[in-house]
């Protein structure tokens, strides 16, 4: 499974993005999707997760109440708004699909390219 992410860009603080995540294969709708962000000079964290058949799903304590994930089976896509951004929410954003609803990295096994997500104060 190939995915890419998009949708990031330049918000001011307060402001909304929704970032798409496509997925080269119909295999995609029995995967957990996932987001991940890594901020400059720090490591890959975990943002939010949703199950394949989008039933449940798992935030960040950080982006909790800010940011939703969703998923389209029919179209192979996953999605994350993301409200009432802050500096800190700066970061490279990536997609990601796996196996179980999980927030460890470790758990996904198929990866996106990255979008980059820049909240000014």
């Known amino acids: 499974v190939q995915l890419q992410a998009s949708g990031g860009g330049l918000v001011q603080a307060g402001g909304s993005l929704r970032l798409s995540c496509a997925a080269s294969l119909r295999t995609f709708e029995y995967l957990t999707s996932g987001w991940f962000r890594q901020a400059p000079g720090k490591e890959r964290e975990f943002v939010a997760a949703i199950t394949w058949a989008g039933g449940n799903s798992i935030y960040a304590d950080s982006v909790k109440g800010r940011f939703t994930i969703s998923r389209d089976n029919s179209k192979n896509m996953g999605y994350l708004q993301m409200n009432s951004l802050k500096p800190d929410d700066t970061a490279v954003y990536y997609c990601?699909?796996?196996?179980?609803?999980?927030?460890?990295?470790?758990?996904?096994?198929?990866w996106g390219q990255g979008t980059l997500v820049t909240v000014s104060s």
């Open positions: 990601a699909a796996g196996g179980p609803l999980s927030s460890q990295l470790s758990n996904y096994h198929y």
